[in-house]
């Protein structure tokens, strides 16, 4: 099971963090990635860090503004959102990746229930 947290309303700037707690069999995975959805978009790949915490891979629009990071002893994944903007606005999910390509929503088995997060101008 994934469990995220962290969501909420930030002004444009601002800055957050989500959590991602796993159990059970996701520990078993390959990594942990962040995908979000807007309403009406397709959902998007954020970011993937592998267990190992050697790779990790990011979308271009968050770039030098989100930084993941995991805590191996806690099964925890975290996702550090800066310098926020509008555009980030999403229902943000946590997923367990196992293979395939990185970016695509289908090389993820697990789903956590997602956290909202508003940005506002």
């Known amino acids: 099971q994934l469990q995220a947290s962290g969501g909420g309303l930030v002004q444009a700037g601002g800055s957050l963090r989500l959590s991602c707690a796993a159990s059970?069999?996701?520990?078993?995975?390959?990594?942990m990635g962040w995908f979000r959805q807007a309403p009406g978009k397709e959902r998007e790949f954020v970011t993937l860090?592998?267990?190992?915490?050697?790779?990790?891979y990011y979308a271009d629009s968050v770039k030098g503004r989100f930084t993941i990071s995991r805590d191996n002893a806690q099964n925890t994944v975290y996702l550090q959102m800066n310098s926020l903007k509008p555009e980030d606005t999403a229902v943000y999910y946590c997923a367990s990746y196992h293979s395939g390509t990185y970016y695509r929503p289908t090389s993820y088995e697990l789903w956590g229930q997602g956290t909202q997060v508003t940005v506002s101008s």
């Open positions: 860090i592998t267990w190992s915490g050697i790779s990790t």
């Open positions: 059970g069999r996701t520990r078993s995975s390959y990594g």
